[in-house]
C-alpha cells in the first residue's frame, strides 16, 4: 500500500500496539541509541520508538523497520514473500509465449501497471518545501542528528536517502550511505568505491564539475528500503518503490539543486554538492552493522546549501551494531524480495535462500537448489559470487531440497552428512565489502563455499567416504593437553553434528595452524569434520555469538587449515580469531567491537522507569565488555 507520508505510516504502528512514545527527555548523544539497543535486541525486535523530547523541535522516530510485522506494514505485504510471489508472476507473464492477439491483449492492463510505478515529477512545491532553510539558516545542528556509540566520530544521518545523477545520462540513483555531521553546513558522504554514487562522483571529477546531492529523510517506507535494495545500476529505486506501494512516486524539483528531483511527502530534505576538487575530509569511527568500529578514511565533503522540511516533520534514525538490529529485517526482507529475480535470471536451480543474522548479510549465505546433476553447487556458487552484491559474500553454504534451511539444526546435520572436508569445501577470492576487517587487503579477500548437497557417484571419491557418528568426546583431554584452550562447546556433537567450536589464546606465530593439526591427531576425536576457532575471550559455548565473531574475523582462504591422514579422516579447521601484525603479519588496523560506555548505561538504567517500556532491560553491552580489546575503535 501507498502511504501518504511517514506520519500516516507512524499512525497505523500506533493503531497496531507497534509504537511506544517517550516522553521522557532523552539526549540524541548516545542515550537514544542505548535505549534502541535494549529494545531492538528483544525477541522479536521489541517495538517501534517515538522520542518526543529530545531538546530539539522535532521527535525522532527508531526501530520503525525493526521486526518482521513491521518490515511487511512498512511495504504493505502481509508475508514479506508475497512481494516475491508478485515479482515472480511477472516474470512469467513477461516471458511467456504470445501465441495470438487475445495473449497480447492480455498484457494491456499489466503494461498499464508498468506505468503506475514510474516515478513522476510535478511542477510547484512539495510538503516537504513548506518550511525552507537556505544560507547561515540551512544548519544541520538543528537537527536531532544521533552519535550512535561512544568512539563514532561524531554525530550521523542513519536513514539518508541518497539522490545523485550520471552527469552524461542523466540516470538517477538512489542510495544510503551514512553522513558525518562535522559542521552546520558539511558532512562526510561515506558512498563506497563499489557504489553508483561513486562512479556518479568520478564521472563529475573527469568533468570538474560540482556534484549535485540530495538527501531525504522519512516520506513513504518504501522509500528507504528501495534506497537499500540491490537493485541493477540501471533500474530506478524509485520504480522498485512504485511497484512495492503499488501507486507512483510523485518528486519535485530541489530548491537550490534544481538538477535533482526528491518525493515530495519527504520529511526533511538536505540539499548540497560535492566537489571533486576538494580534498577529502577524515570520516569515521563508525559503530557499523558488523558489530565492529568501521575504522576512519578519507571521504568527499558534502556541502549543504539548503534544507528544506514539512511542517511537523518526524526525524527518522537507526542504530547498526551487534546484531540482532533493525538492520537485521531490511536484509530480512531483501532476502525474500529478492529470491525471484535471482531464480528468474541468474540462477534457475535457486529453491530458497537464507542469511542468518550472525553472518550479518554477506558474511554467510544458505542456499538451497534444485540439483540434479554432478557439479550444480559449484555452478551455483559461481553464479551467485557473479551476481550483484553477492559478490561480496564470504561464506557460502549450498544444500539441495532433502531439507529445509531455516532449520537450522536439521540443516547442520543434512550438510555435514553430505560434506567431505576434502573435496566439497572450495575456496577463491575477489571483491569483499570494504567493512570486512578480516581481509588482508581492503575490499579484497577469500571466499568459501561449503557444498552440502547430497553427491551424485561422479563427486564422490574412493577411499575418502565419512561418517559423523560413533564420537567419543575428547573435550577434557583437549584441555588438559592443550592449556590455551579456554573452552570447548560440544554442543553441537551431541546434535551428530561432527563440528567443535573452540576458544583459544593465541601465543605465538602459526599457533592455530599447530594446534588444529595437534587436536586432530587425537584418537578421541578421530571423524570430527570441521572446527572453527574462536577468540579466547569468546565463549565458545554461546552459540550465536560464538559464530558472529567466526564470521566476521574469518578469511576463508587465508585462514583455512586441512587436517588429513592415511589412517583416518580429513578435518577442516578455520582460524576465526583476532589476526595481528606481531602473530599473523595482518598489516591493517584491527577493529574493536562495539560497546556502550558506562555513563550512559547508567543514566539510561536510572530513567528506564519513565520510559514506559515495561520491565526493566539491562544494556546488551554488558555482556561484551570482557570481549573488547581496551577502550579505542581500533585495538592497539
Not at 93 to 122: C, T
Not at 126 to 148: R, S
Amino acid at each position: 500500500m501507498a502511504y501518504k507520508n511517514q506520519q500516516q505510516f507512524i499512525e497505523l504502528l500506533d493503531r497496531e500496539g507497534e509504537l511506544v512514545h517517550i516522553k521522557e527527555y532523552i539526549n540524541p548523544h548516545l542515550e537514544i541509541s542505548e535505549i534502541t539497543d535494549r529494545i531492538s535486541k528483544t525477541p522479536g525486535g521489541g517495538k517501534a520508538l517515538l522520542f518526543e523530547n529530545t531538546g530539539f523541535p522535532f521527535p525522532v522516530l527508531m526501530n520503525a523497520y525493526g521486526s518482521e510485522r513491521r518490515m511487511c506494514l512498512a511495504l504493505g505485504v502481509q508475508h514479506l514473500d508475497d512481494v516475491a510471489k508478485d515479482i515472480e508472476a511477472l516474470f512469467h507473464l513477461l516471458a511467456s509465449p504470445k501465441e495470438n492477439i487475445v495473449d497480447k491483449l492480455k498484457m494491456l492492463p499489466k503494461l498499464g501497471q508498468f506505468a503506475s510505478w514510474m516515478p513522476k515529477v510535478r511542477s510547484g512545491r512539495g510538503e516537504c518545501q513548506e518550511i525552507i532553510w537556505k544560507g547561515d539558516d540551512a544548519d544541520i545542528t538543528k537537527l536531532p542528528v544521533i552519535t550512535c556509540w561512544p568512539k563514532d566520530g561524531g554525530p550521523f544521518v542513519t536513514l539518508p536517502v541518497i539522490h545523485t545523477k550520471d552527469p552524461n545520462t542523466n540516470t538517477r540513483n538512489v542510495g544510503m550511505y551514512r553522513m558525518q555531521v562535522f559542521g552546520p553546513q558539511l558532512t562526510g558522504m561515506h558512498w563506497h568505491k563499489h557504489k553508483v554514487s561513486a562512479k556518479h562522483f568520478n564521472e563529475y571529477k573527469k568533468l570538474n564539475k560540482k556534484m549535485p546531492v540530495a538527501v531525504a529523510l522519512g516520506g513513504d517506507p518504501a522509500y528507504a528500503y528501495s534506497a537499500t535494495a540491490p537493485l541493477p545500476e540501471n533500474v530506478d529505486e524509485y520504480m522498485l518503490a512504485g511497484f512495492l506501494r503499488k501507486k507512483k512516486v510523485e518528486l519535485v524539483k530541489c530548491i537550490t539543486q534544481p538538477e535533482i528531483e526528491v518525493p515530495a511527502d519527504a520529511d526533511f530534505v538536505i540539499e548540497g554538492y560535492v566537489d571533486p576538487s576538494d580534498e577529502l575530509i577524515w570520516e569515521g569511527p563508525f559503530g557499523d552493522h558488523t558489530g565492529y568500529y568501521s575504522l576512519p578514511d578519507w571521504y568527499p565533503r558534502f556541502h549543504i546549501t539548503c534544507i528544506t522540511h514539512k511542517k511537523n516533520p518526524v526525524y527518522p534514525a537507526t542504530i547498526v551494531g551487534i546484531p540482532p538490529q533493525e538492520d537485521a529485517w531490511l536484509g530480512k526482507a531483501t532476502e525474500r524480495i529478492f529470491l525471484a529475480p535471482m531464480k528468474m535470471t541468474m540462477v534457475p536451480e535457486i529453491v530458497d535462500m537464507d542469511m542468518p543474522v550472525e553472518g550479518v548479510f554477506h558474511n554467510l549465505v544458505i542456499a538451497q537448489i534444485k540439483k540434479e546433476y554432478a557439479g550444480q553447487g559449484q555452478k551455483v556458487m559461481n553464479a551467485m559470487w557473479g551476481a550483484g552484491q553477492m559478490m561480496f559474500n564470504k561464506i557460502l553454504v549450498i544444500t539441495d531440497e532433502g531439507v529445509k534451511i531455516s532449520a537450522y539444526e536439521n540443516l547442520a546435520k543434512y550438510v555435514f552428512r553430505n560434506l567431505n572436508p576434502v573435496t566439497d569445501v572450495y575456496f577463491s577470492q575477489g571483491p569483499m565489502d570494504v567493512l570486512d576487517h578480516s581481509c588482508s587487503k581492503l575490499g579484497f579477500g577469500g571466499k568459501m563455499c561449503i557444498d552440502g548437497t547430497a553427491k551424485f557417484d561422479e563427486e564422490k571419491e574412493l577411499g575418502l567416504e565419512l561418517g559423523a557418528g560413533g564420537l567419543e568426546l575428547g573435550v577434557d583431554v583437549i584441555k588438559n593437553r592443550f592449556p590455551e584452550v579456554r573452552e570447548v562447546n560440544v554442543s553441537l556433537l551431541k546434535k551428530e553434528i561432527p563440528v567443535l567450536i573452540v576458544s583459544v589464546e593465541k601465543n605465538r606465530v602459526g599457533h592455530v595452524r599447530e594446534l588444529h593439526q595437534q587436536i586432530c591427531g587425537q584418537e578421541e576425536l578421530a571423524g570430527i569434520k570441521m572446527i572453527l576457532y574462536v577468540e579466547h575471550t569468546v565463549d565458545a559455548n554461546d552459540l550465536p555469538i560464538a559464530l558472529w565473531r567466526f564470521c566476521n574475523n574469518l578469511d576463508p582462504r587465508r585462514d583455512a587449515v586441512l587436517f588429513t591422514s592415511s589412517s583416518r579422516p580429513a578435518c577442516m579447521g578455520l582460524d576465526g580469531t583476532i589476526k595481528t601484525k606481531a602473530l599473523d603479519n595482518f598489516q591493517r588496523d584491527w577493529p574493536n567491537i562495539i560497546v556502550m560506555d558506562d555513563a550512559t548505561i547508567k543514566a539510561v538504567d536510572e530513567k528506564w522507569d519513565s520510559l514506559g517500556l515495561g520491565e526493566f532491560l539491562s544494556s546488551p553491552s554488558l555482556k561484551f565488555k570482557g570481549q573488547t580489546y581496551g577502550e579505542e575503535a581500533a585495538v592497539a
